[in-house]
Every structure is written in structure tokens, then in C-alpha cells.
């Protein structure tokens, strides 16, 4: 019994829902039909039988309608014959009027019944004779009135008599009988009304335990699992582990298993997002630029390690809030409209920014750009910003320095433009006194240091010259010119005085 039943529950729990529904509606439609079909067929035969008690309390009525009419019409011809008054006779024609229909309708009422329909043709024949003879006694009063005719009358009389004898008894005996009928026939008709109540409150009772019966079933089979995928469900939701629930092959099985396989898959996808964010907030962790991102409310979602550092706050102090609650106002206002920009612009916008700080003012080169869904439409902002603050002071000590070096240049040509003439009058006085003292010596000796002391002055003069130029290569006036020398007699210039006197030749070295 345990393995059928077994056999049975796992039957109905593979079976499909459209099967199970139509099951469990139709446990209480068929109890319902049923119920409804006894209730049919025993009002069939309350009906039949109480069809049959009407037809035999109709057959009685008849009988005792037939036999009243030869009473009523035996008693006014009496009266007639005794008063020979005619208005006697008026009972006889009613009698004579009613007679043929409860005839016919008591032998319409007995043809289905060859018992009863003989004793109605009894009947019948004696109730004719007996009105045939009462016939012949008004026609024979009507007729005669003399003491033959009185004889006549006697004589019909007592026939009559002898017919109503007869016909009493037989009256009599089928109303009995039909009595007796008629009681059977209503203890059976009281039977089957009790019968009916009985079909119809047990047709109730199984319609109800249908109706229970298919409750049970669509609770155990579909109620009971669909709440336990409800439960399943908002574990999903919560990302919580789902419970196993039974094998079964319906639809509500294959729901189960594809939450169970999207609880894996979930989990799998959940593991692999923990791990590529891990990975993401490491290399945001390990970037020096300061990294974030914002919902469209201005609250941080995410922050890397350099910006918690910037702001001296763990990272958790920072997620949720705005900028407003961890910058100085004027600098909150400033990021605020930048980020507005950003998600106006709907591309990455580039500022220079700046932050108050204990160590001073940080500038940062920040580039915000807006995280747009599928729709293309922002649904956070992301911005890097890289701290600028030590290029920023090398520059303006690099443009100090650079204004310095221009004012030290400016000095040097200034100087140079006032040495021009100092330099150069003296070394045209000796070119010009040595370029004479050339025409008047006449030994070559003499001549010879003459020359260079010529040569060595233009050497002199083309230095100075060049030197005065260094203004003009600078400004990119002019280029640079390449001669010859003689590095010896440059670096040795007492050979160009090896004729002198001793004197001179100490003057050069």
C-alpha cells in the first residue's frame, strides 16, 4: 500500500499543471454531476411514484364518482316513482351527465393495467345494466301509471337491486384495493422523497470532500512548491543561497531547477565580480592619480587608496557622502561645477583644480567624464585627478629662475655695449701708431715685430669684435663665424717677441 501510494505521489507530482489543474477542478464537477444525477434520477422516481399515487387516488375518485352517480340516480328515480313528482328526476340527468366522463376517464385511467382494467369493465357493465334498469323504470312511471305497471316497477326494482348488490361489492373491493395500492405507492414515494433529501446531502458532502479533495492536491502539488519558489526567490534577491527543493518533471520542477541553475549561475557571476572588483580596486588602490566615482546625487560610490589618503579618512567615511560634506566650501563648489560640466557635456572635460590642505594648496589636473547606461543616458560620474602641486612649484621656480637669467642677460649686453668704446680706442691707437711705426723702421728685424704687433692687434680687435657680437648670436641676429688661428702662437706669444728687448718680452708674458 506504501509503494502504491508512493507510486501515486510521484505520479501526480510529475504530472503537468495543465493536467493537475484540470484534475483538481474536476474532482468536484464530477462529484457535483453526480451528485446532481442521483438527485435527477431519484426525482425521476419520486415523480413516477407520485405520478402513480395521483393516477390511483385519480382511479379511486372515479370509482367513488362512478358509483355516486348510479346512487344519486338510483335514489331520484326512487323518488319519482314513490312522489311521481319530475323534479326527482333532475339529480338523475346530473347523474346521467357525469356517468360517461368518470367512465371514460376511469377506463383511460386503467388501460396501462389489465387487472384494473378488467375490473372497470366489470364495473362498467354492471353500472350500465343499472342504469339501463333505471331508465326502463322512469320510462315505464312515465308511461303507465296502473297497477300492472306498479308490478313492472317492482320488478325492475328488485332487479336493481340484485345489480347494485353486485356492483357494491365490486365498487367497493377496487377501492379497497386501490386503497391499499395507494398506500404502498405513498410509503414509496414518502421512501424515495427521503431517498432524495438523503442523495442530496450526501451529493453536498461529496462535492464538498471534492472540492476539499482537489484543495488538498493543488495545495500539496502546486501550492506548497510554487510558496517554496516564493521563498527561493527572495533568497535570490537577497543573494542568499537557495534550498534544494524535490525532482519533479512538471513545470513547477522546471522552475525549480532553473532558479537552483540561476542561484549557481548567480553565484558564479557574484564570485566573478567580487574578484574583477578586487582586481579593480587594486589597481585603483596602486594608481597615484586620485580616482572615484559619483551617482548623479554627488555621492561617492568608490574611491581608490590615494584619495582616502589625500583626505587623511578611511575609504567607508567617504562612500555616501557629497562633496559637500568632506571639502571646504568654496573648493565643494567649485568640483561641483565641474561636475556638472562633465554631465552636460556628456564627454570627459578636463579642469584644473585646486584643494585646501594642512600642507598647503594641491593643484590637481582632474579629467571627468560621465557613465552612461544602455540607453546612453549618465548614470554616475567618474573622474581621475593627478596631483600637479610639485610641477606646479617647479615651474614658477623655473620661470623665477628664467626671469633672473633674462635681467643677468640684459646686464652682460649692457655692459658689453658700454666696454665697446673702452675696448676699442685704445686698440685703434695702436694699430694706428704701429701701422706708422711699420713705414718709418727699416731693418727687418724691427719690421718683423712691427708686424706683429699689427697682427696681434687685429687678432685683438676681431675678439672684441666677436665678443660684442655674443648680444647679437643671442638674439639670433647674426650667426656664428669660424677662422683659423695658430693655437701656438696664441698660447706662446713671447715667440712674437723674440727680437725685443728683454723688457717688452717680460710685458707680453
Not at 333532475?90 to 385511467?109: C, G, H, M, W
Not at 579593480?280 to 587608496?305: I, T, W
Not at 589625500?310 to 561636475?339: Q, S, V, W
Not at 694699430?431 to 687678432?459: N, T
Request: charged share 25%; hydrophobic share 45%.
Amino acid at each position: 500500500m506504501k509503494f502504491i501510494l508512493s507510486r501515486v505521489n510521484r505520479w501526480w507530482a510529475d504530472l503537468p499543471l495543465r493536467w493537475k489543474g484540470a484534475t483538481v477542478l474536476l474532482i468536484p464537477v464530477t462529484a457535483l454531476i453526480c451528485g446532481f444525477a442521483s438527485v435527477y434520477l431519484v426525482g425521476l422516481k419520486a415523480d413516477d411514484a407520485e405520478t402513480q399515487v395521483a393516477q390511483i387516488a385519480a382511479v379511486r375518485y372515479h370509482v367513488r364518482s362512478v358509483f355516486t352517480s348510479i346512487l344519486d340516480a338510483e335514489t331520484s328515480v326512487r323518488g319519482f316513482v314513490i312522489s311521481r313528482d319530475a323534479h326527482f328526476l333532475d339529480r338523475y340527468k346530473v347523474a346521467l351527465q357525469n356517468f360517461p366522463r368518470s367512465i371514460r376517464e376511469l377506463t383511460n385511467l386503467a388501460a396501462n393495467n389489465s387487472q384494473r382494467s378488467a375490473r372497470v369493465n366489470e364495473i362498467k357493465t354492471l353500472a350500465h345494466a343499472r342504469l339501463d334498469l333505471l331508465s326502463a323504470v322512469v320510462s315505464q312511471v312515465a308511461v303507465n301509471d296502473d297497477a300492472k305497471s306498479r308490478d313492472r316497477e317492482s320488478q325492475l326494482i328488485v332487479i336493481g337491486e340484485r345489480l347494485m348488490a353486485e356492483l357494491r361489492p365490486k365498487i367497493t373491493a377496487m377501492d379497497d384495493e386501490e386503497a391499499q395500492l395507494q398506500e404502498i405507492r405513498s410509503r414509496a414515494l414518502q421512501s424515495d422523497r427521503e431517498l432524495s433529501t438523503n442523495v442530496i446531502g450526501l451529493s453536498a458532502i461529496i462535492g464538498v470532500l471534492g472540492g476539499v479533495a482537489g484543495m488538498v492536491l493543488f495545495s500539496h502539488g502546486i501550492v506548497r512548491r510554487v510558496k517554496h519558489i516564493q521563498i527561493n526567490a527572495e533568497r535570490l534577491a537577497k543573494e542568499s543561497p537557495v534550498e534544494a527543493i524535490a525532482e519533479r518533471r512538471d513545470e513547477i520542477g522546471e522552475l525549480g531547477r532553473r532558479l537552483l541553475e540561476a542561484s549557481n549561475l548567480l553565484r558564479r557571476k557574484q564570485q566573478a565580480l567580487r574578484e574583477s572588483e578586487s582586481r579593480l580596486q587594486a589597481v585603483l588602490d596602486n594608481a597615484p592619480s586620485v580616482m572615484y566615482v559619483k551617482d548623479l546625487d554627488g555621492k561617492f560610490v568608490l574611491v581608490n587608496r590615494a584619495f582616502a589618503s589625500l583626505l587623511e579618512r578611511p575609504a567607508e567615511e567617504i562612500l555616501g557622502k557629497t562633496g559637500h560634506d568632506i571639502y571646504p566650501p568654496e573648493n565643494a563648489d567649485a568640483f561641483a561645477a565641474n561636475d556638472r560640466a562633465a554631465l552636460e557635456a556628456g564627454r570627459p572635460v578636463q579642469s584644473e583644480e585646486t584643494l585646501q590642505r594642512e600642507d598647503g594648496t594641491h593643484t590637481f589636473i582632474s579629467s571627468k567624464f560621465p557613465l552612461l547606461d544602455s540607453n546612453g543616458k549618465p548614470r554616475a560620474l567618474g573622474g581621475i585627478s593627478t596631483d600637479i602641486t610639485e610641477r606646479a612649484r617647479n615651474s614658477a621656480a623655473l620661470a623665477l629662475a628664467k626671469a633672473e637669467a633674462e635681467r643677468a642677460s640684459q646686464a652682460k649686453s649692457e655692459f658689453l655695449s658700454r666696454m665697446s668704446h673702452e675696448l676699442r680706442t685704445p686698440l685703434h691707437a695702436i694699430l694706428g701708431f704701429a701701422q706708422l711705426l711699420q713705414k718709418e723702421v727699416k731693418p727687418k728685424g724691427d719690421c718683423e715685430c712691427v708686424e706683429h704687433i699689427l697682427r696681434s692687434g687685429y687678432r685683438l680687435l676681431t675678439l672684441v669684435n666677436k665678443l660684442l657680437d655674443i648680444p647679437r648670436i643671442e638674439a639670433g641676429e647674426v650667426g656664428n663665424a669660424i677662422d683659423s688661428m695658430d693655437v701656438e702662437e696664441v698660447l706662446q706669444p713671447e715667440r712674437a717677441f723674440r727680437h725685443v728687448g728683454p723688457e717688452l718680452a717680460v710685458l707680453a708674458g
